[in-house]
């Protein structure tokens, strides 16, 4: 059974993933609206799904442990992006923030002697580390890119495939 003081931190969590979700469709958005830059939009429609099942997964875990689950209420997400590297920075800026709530929400599960609530964020603690890297990666790309037309291109096929397995 879920003590109050983690089900209410892993509500907190479930509002972040929401926030990120929404976060990430608006950057898909804003790329689907610029020239050539499908893959970039198609990136961040994947990351906003992904955003979401990590919030799905937590709301499932938090009923099934007796808690219950909130859907939270959400603020609106920037629309538009001075750049491209403005939006990358951002997004590796949003996935700092999550890992450090992680770590947070580990953190309290220890103290709160809630073992299988950490043994859950487990999966987290490693799917940030991946995402870390993924944003460290691409926005790395985008400064040795600059202002070069064909390195932008390439950016844009590539990133099709960031985040598969290998890349
Ligand atoms: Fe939810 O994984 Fe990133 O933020």
Known sequence: ??????????????????ESSQAYLAMASWA??????SGVSN?????SEEERMH???LMKFINERGGYAQVPA???PQLTFTSLKSAFELFLKHELMVSESINDLVEASL????????NFLQWYVTEQMEEERIARMLNEKLELIGEDKSGLYLFDRDI????????
């Not at 509500?11 to 972040?16: D, G």
């Not at 689907?32 to 830059?37: F, K, R, S, V, Y």
């Not at 099709?160 to 890349?167: D, L, N, S, V, Y």
């Open 43 to 47: 990136f961040f429609f994947r990351q």
């Open 1 to 18: 059974m879920l003590k109050q003081e983690m089900a209410d931190a892993l509500n907190k969590q479930v509002a972040l993933e929401a």
């Open 160 to 167: 099709m495939t960031a985040g598969e397995p290998g890349q």
């Open 74 to 76: 959400l603020p609106q």
């Open 55 to 57: 919030m799905l997964k």
């Open 32 to 37: 689907d609206t610029l020239p050539g830059l």
């Open 111 to 118: 103290r709160l002697k809630d073992y299988a609530t950490h």
